[in-house]
């Protein structure tokens, strides 16, 4: 019975050896294929190999190493995505800057021909009223070739400060990482740069946008009880629910320490308010296990909307201040900036 016994093992062990090898193999793969685009021939090649891996043996097996090469990858892809967002950012307001000084020349073409034809019909005049007329006309052209000339170079100049800020942005985050090296998710060098954007879009289109400050209760005990290792599960394990709590075109930011930002484009107040909720809730609900202890996680959540006049700083104050207010009124809840950001005591 022992000699089957011990032969069974030696057959089992090389088979787990196996899996867990192509396990590894496998991430590495989807890894690789998530940095390179689709079209590439390497891409189609390796979608070969992991088709083929696959067939031949099972690869159901995730190890910690394994979670630590997927969550590298994650990151590079995010990493990338949101270098991708920026650079067309960049490439929209450059449009912009083209598009006015197309105006201006296009501009400056109906202004030449306005003085043609006066010159020919000052050729034509025959009475002072003629002439006259004909001068009022030149008069008339050369004001509103002025006033919109001028517009449209306070536009230009607007533009070209916009670009060479984000530009300079852009260019120092080449220098830095802009994913949270612990949580996976985009830090506050990222949420620096993409909020200035948002808000110019707002300033210009209107369409809405909203800003969600989350802070998680009681932070120092976990680290003071249970270590600073749990402390660090508690902050992925929240980063992780927020991000599933959200849509894809939406974007969370750990924003530093306890701290959490979750920008909503294109959502109502209505609509803003429930993911809030839903966020809250969701990170309620969850609870991860630490040296077998079940451990729960609530937050307190301050919400504000992009309003006429916002700042960069303005939004985030005022969502900021709708936290701590959910915090004063006994965490795990949700409060929202009223339009002032001014609450009643």
Not at 11 to 38: H, K, W, Y
Not at 42 to 58: A, F, G, R, T, Y
Not at 132 to 156: H, P, Y
Not at 159 to 183: F, G, H, I
């Amino acid at each position: 019975m022992t000699s089957k016994s011990t032969e069974a093992q030696e057959r089992v062990i090389p088979v787990e050896f196996t899996e867990r090898m192509a396990s590894l193999f496998l991430i590495c793969i989807d890894g690789l294929r998530s940095q390179i685009p689709n079209d590439e021939p390497l891409n189609l090649e390796l979608d070969k190999l992991s088709q083929v891996i696959n067939k031949v043996v099972s690869c159901n097996k995730l190890t910690d190493l394994g979670r630590e090469i997927e969550a590298h990858f994650k990151g590079k892809t995010l990493e990338n995505e949101f270098h991708e967002t920026e650079n067309q950012a960049t490439k929209s307001i450059v449009l912009v800057m083209a598009n006015a000084l197309k105006e201006v020349l296009t501009d400056i073409g109906s202004f030449d021909q306005t003085l043609d034809q006066c010159i020919d019909d000052i050729s034509d005049a025959t009475d002072l009223k003629e002439i006259t007329a004909i001068k009022d006309r030149i008069f008339l052209a050369v004001k509103k070739s002025k006033s919109k000339t001028q517009a449209i170079k306070k536009d230009l100049e607007t533009s070209q400060s916009a670009v060479l800020r984000l530009s300079k942005k852009l260019e120092q985050s080449q220098s830095r990482a802009v994913v949270d090296s612990l949580t996976k998710i985009l830090n506050r060098s990222a949420y620096d740069m993409r909020i200035g954007q948002v808000v110019q879009d707002f300033q210009k289109t209107k369409n809405p946008a909203c800003l969600i400050v989350c802070d998680v209760d009681h932070f120092r005990i976990f680290n003071d009880t249970h270590g600073h290792s749990a402390g660090d599960k508690v902050l992925c394990s929240t980063a992780s629910t927020m991000k599933n709590s959200i849509g894809d075109s939406d974007q969370i930011f750990r924003y530093g320490g306890e701290e959490f930002v979750v920008l909503l484009y294109g959502v109502s107040v209505e609509k803003g308010v429930k993911v809030a909720e839903k966020i809250r809730s969701e990170v309620k609900r969850d609870f991860f296990v630490h040296k077998d202890k079940e451990l729960k996680v609530t937050i307190s959540v301050g919400v504000a909307f992009l309003q006429e006049g916002d700042t960069a700083t303005s939004v985030f104050e005022r969502a900021d201040k709708a936290a701590y207010e959910a915090k004063r009124k006994g965490r795990d809840r949700v409060e929202v900036s009223p339009a002032m950001g001014i609450y009643p005591r």
